[in-house]
């Protein structure tokens, strides 16, 4: 197969495109570093030229009130590019719950890109994943100072890099799904366990506080952010992650 990936040199991107490559296939990575800009535009015919799937793991430059903007723009230029290359089948990768937290504006942002996809010309996959392992460092430093980490007990069901790419890969060359595929770790934490778990393991030694109230998952109510009885559970478990990523 031909396919093309958009985000092509990002942390999901570049895995999914050594995947591919070395399962035989010819893929295009694509970037705003090789000249193709989802906002413009630009360069998104010659990239999508000849390709029989198109996979879209692009992220918005920010998680505000100007993320929807982005992607109502972005979905709708590589549809219509798209459309015109005669693409046969669009995916893009998302979040678990993501249509469960419409008081975040990423993640109604998110839901937006999935709408337009649905709508769109073109049979179509959607990847839902949960959050990345390799995202706790950030988490962490969202409410935190030299002595305290401040997390609320969200539940989550965080997962390797490698498990989402080896998933999104597997569907990106097979038939379009014309619906949605939920992934997810194999362990579910509190993220404040999390917290702890992960500053224990790199010997930090600031206390993590719970807060109810701290950070961007504060805002999450239940367990929408865990992958559901139909979710495709991965095989890596945080602790390993974690063992292997301190070394």
Do not use: C
Not at 101 to 115: C, G, I, N, S, W
Not at 213 to 230: K, N, R, S, W, Y
């Amino acid at each position: 197969m031909k396919i093309t990936v958009i985000g092509g040199t990002g942390l999901i991107g570049s895995q999914l495109v050594s995947t591919l490559r070395a399962a035989g296939h010819e893929v295009v990575a694509s970037s705003l570093s090789s000249g193709v800009d989802l906002l413009t535009g630009a360069g998104l015919d010659e990239a999508l030229a000849g390709a029989d799937t198109v996979v879209n793991v692009t992220n918005s430059p920010t998680f505000d009130d100007a993320s929807p903007d982005f992607f109502r723009t972005t979905m709708g230029n590589l549809l219509a590019a798209g459309e015109r290359a005669g693409v046969g089948h669009q995916v893009i990768l998302s979040i678990v719950g993501v249509d469960q937290v419409p008081q975040l504006d990423y993640y109604r942002a998110k839901t937006l890109q999935e709408d337009l996809l649905k709508q769109g010309p073109t049979p179509y996959s959607i990847v839902r994943a949960t959050q990345f392992f390799e995202f706790m460092d950030a988490v962490l430093s969202w409410t935190s100072d030299d002595h305290n980490v401040r997390l609320p007990s969200t539940r989550v069901q965080p997962m390797a890099t490698a498990d989402i790419v080896t998933a999104l890969a597997a569907v990106t060359t097979g038939a379009p799904l014309n619906g949605t595929l939920d992934i997810a770790g194999p362990d579910v934490f509190a993220l404040d366990e999390l917290g702890r778990i992960t500053l224990s393991a790199r010997q930090d030694p600031r206390t993590v506080v719970t807060d109810e109230q701290a950070g961007m998952f504060a805002a999450v109510e239940g367990d929408v952010l865990i992958g559901g009885p139909d979710a495709r559970l991965a095989s890596t478990s945080y602790e390993d992650w974690l063992g292997g990523a301190t070394r």
